[in-house]
């Protein structure tokens, strides 16, 4: 028994208590007399009562009350087993004879598709005259606009006769029937979340869509699962809820559709329009911000890691306080810091405050750390790797440092896999192999030579002695949180005090020209003034004429693969000479290779 069960006397509460008690037959939609005494209740209490009954005919809530009130009615159902949910009934009985409601209105409607019910008998408190008493039987609607489809409408006694499974089979093209019905549950039987994401389209198709694949792959980054897309073009709803009132009602919908547990938007929201956003859903909301910050969360596993991430995700939460939830007084001041008659809110603000203060303060120290080891390796060369995520940085470390397996730095096809800065030592070669020509088809360099990649001098005795350190570092995305930014900026100086960036970019996806424009940016941003070379890695799987449309855009990339060592050698020789034995940018090799 759940909603406004606060006035109801004893003697109430024990009637309503036998009705949640009774058992509903399995092959027919209801008990006829548990609905006549419900009938009778909701007349008495003048309030709409619910019954959700499972597939065996047991009750499993009464909700008193207006549905919509309710919120996630699945949240309310006891027990743990998500299996139980599957093939419900709603039994509401709300109107009068005059006013049967037999349809739901459009909030109670979403509601209704959260259970994911076969079906949902509505009818009205009492009979009318002549002994009718209106009654419907509804099915849910997989698509359109409508959420409820009315199977029949007829007599009570009629409707709580029909077999529940009979009901929608001449229609076999009912949506209600085709497909897999999606768990009436946050979480798919894989146990991964089901999300829905909410995009704003910019009449941009290819960008459109490759934000939108983007979008999807933080999602499954995120251990979660992208479950349905709802968009719309350019923002109709004004500042307060960004999309429209009609496409957050339809979103809503689709959400309890397709099963899914939490929003996602690719949009970036204001603390006040996420928190709109939940109320017309009625489902939390992310923004890509939220997203990117709990892949890192996830991904963090060392101490610094950690720090940094907390870091970031309290900036990020602290203006999005709004009192429920998150509650971190108890980590700040003890008893007699706080002043009376402070709220909560008001003390989980200034506990978080403290918070962040603190972690500015060891993320400072990680970084003066961080410089002390640099200062250590002072007179080695060092090179960083940087680029967007999920471009071969990782696997390009392993594939010139010569580690595999355990030892090898992990490399998966996940966003933001490194989070943590990688030094390693990097071999380029004995003198004299640079100068001899690649041998036909046995290593990929072919391929790299074959398209114009300068073969270089031999190294010479002074710079091959000089060892080759290389860093590999947390990828890049466009738009990368600020506050990521500013919390990770000690594990991009890492990066960007080496005496050369190597950006590495994955030519087998269609986007890398963008991909390559963003990670520039953001150099530029972080004040990055290293000599930078481009390299265009996976090019085992990239489309025909790629390295040509690279070479146009980008005259001095180095074309690689990672992970079928191809180009690696030309690479190697390459490096042994840049930035340049005096670190400088003029003191180039050739007509290699400086990114502007
Ligand atoms: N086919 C192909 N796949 C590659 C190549 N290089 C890397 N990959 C794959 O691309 C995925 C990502 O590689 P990572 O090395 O983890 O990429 P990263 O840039 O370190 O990514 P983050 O650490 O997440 O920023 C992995 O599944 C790799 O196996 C390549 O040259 N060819
Ligand atoms: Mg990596």
Known sequence: MAGRTAGLRPAERRRLDQICHRRHPSDAVADLLTLQRLAAETEQLELPLTLVVDGRGLCRLLWIGDLEASGRLIEKLPGSSRRQGSDLRLITCAGTARQPQLRPGAREAVVGMDLAPRVWLRFSRQPGAGGHWPAALLTPQRSGEEAWQEEIQGDLAALCNLDPDSLAEPDAESPARTGPR?????????????????VLSSGDLGRDGRRLAELEGLVRSAGAEPVGIVGQRRSSGGAPTVWGEGKLREA???ARRVGASLVVTDRELTPVQARNLERI????????????????????ASAAGRLQVELAQLRYRLPRLTGRGLSLSRQGGGIGTRGPGETQLEKDRRAIARRIER???????????????RQGRRGQRRLALVGYTNAGKSSLLNALSGASGSEGVLAENRLFATLDPTTRRVQLGRPGEGSAPPSPGADGDDAAAGHGQPDLPTATGSDRELPLLLTDTVGFIEDLPPQLVEAFRSTFEEALEADGLLVVVDLGDPAWPEHLASVQGLLDRLGATLPRLVIGNQIDRCPAGELERAL?????????????????????????HWPGSSAGPDAEVGSSSIAP
């Open 552 to 576: 146009a855009l980008e005259p001095t990339m180095l074309f690689v693969s990672a992970t079928a060592d191809l180009g690696l050698k030309n690479l190697r020789r390459h490096l042994r």
């Open 182 to 198: 999606p768990e009436p549950s946050s979480s798919s039987q894989t146990g991964r979340e089901r999300v829905l994401l909410l």
């Open 252 to 254: 809503a919908l689709e």
């Open 281 to 300: 859903l009625d489902l939390p909301v992310s923004d890509r911000s939220e997203l990117i910050l709990d892949i890192f969360a996830q991904r963090a």
């Open 359 to 373: 972690l500015q303060r060891d993320v400072r120290e990680l970084g003066e750390h961080r410089a002390r080891l």
